[in-house]
């Protein structure tokens, strides 16, 4: 794949999100506790040198341990990852939807599968309980708002674009979804796979615009 070879023998590694950040970055999240700002202060000190402006708003700019897990993970990480791999144990910040893990708190029963340095496939537990489920959902509204009411105040003319983009989408809480819930449901689970992703592989494509049957042309103004 772009001159790099893809061994597809199994088995294929299977690794937690937080090993492989201990593995890659040298932080250990499980060490830095609960303290976000002590987190963000040990990952800027220790990735300082590898990070870009934008790396470094996007470390300042998350809300809490599992959000910045994430982020190094997808700045340290993940280009790294050319070979097969499945990485489990997701943050419960990032997996609105996911059951909570049975053995560590503050994670969810989730895995990816990356190869070249994309994300082919995400599969997870499907969370049935309603109260958790509305719970999580609710703060990814307040989230959302907040982080919008911030992007908005940073802005000073109503024709400016970054408050067009802002406005451009709205995120509220699904009732319907909630509801069904509350009547119940079965122990579930899903996968999604990224059909454009693996035919890049199969057929060693650099971009996503060669593999995609009708792409998206953006029309200039």
Same mark, same amino acid.
């Given at each position: ?15 937690? &999100? ?40 996007? +470390? ?44 560590? /708190? ?73 509801? /069904? ?18 035919? &890049? ?6 971009? +996503?615009?060669?593999? +995609? ?9």
């Amino acid at each position: 794949m772009q001159g790099v070879e893809i061994h597809l023998e199994r088995p294929w590694r299977r690794e937690t &999100m937080h090993n492989l950040v201990k593995e890659s970055a040298e932080i250990d999240f499980g060490e830095l506790g609960n303290d976000l700002k002590v987190a963000k202060e040990v990952t800027l000190k220790t990735l300082g040198a590898d990070l870009d402006h934008k790396d470094k708003v996007s +470390i300042e700019a998350c809300t809490s341990i599992g959000h910045l897990l994430n982020e190094v993970f997808e700045i340290a990480v993940e280009p790294k990852l050319l070979q097969p791999t499945f990485v489990l144990d997701y943050p419960i910040e990032i997996s609105p939807l996911a059951k909570p893990h049975r053995r560590n /708190a503050g994670l969810t029963e989730r895995f990816e599968l990356f190869i070249c340095g994309r994300e082919l496939a995400n599969a997870f537990s499907e969370l049935t309980d309603p109260m958790d489920q509305r719970g999580r959902l609710e703060e990814q509204v307040r989230q959302h708002n907040e982080k919008k009411a911030a992007a908005i105040s940073e802005t000073d003319g109503a024709n400016d674009k970054r408050k067009e983009n802002d406005d451009s989408y709205e995120v509220t809480l699904d009732d319907d979804f909630l509801t /069904a819930l509350e009547y119940g449901m079965p122990p579930a689970s899903g996968m999604g796979l990224g059909i454009d992703r693996l035919v &890049m592989l199969l057929t060693n494509s650099a971009s +996503i615009r060669d593999v +995609i049957a009708f792409p998206v042309l953006k029309v200039q103004q």
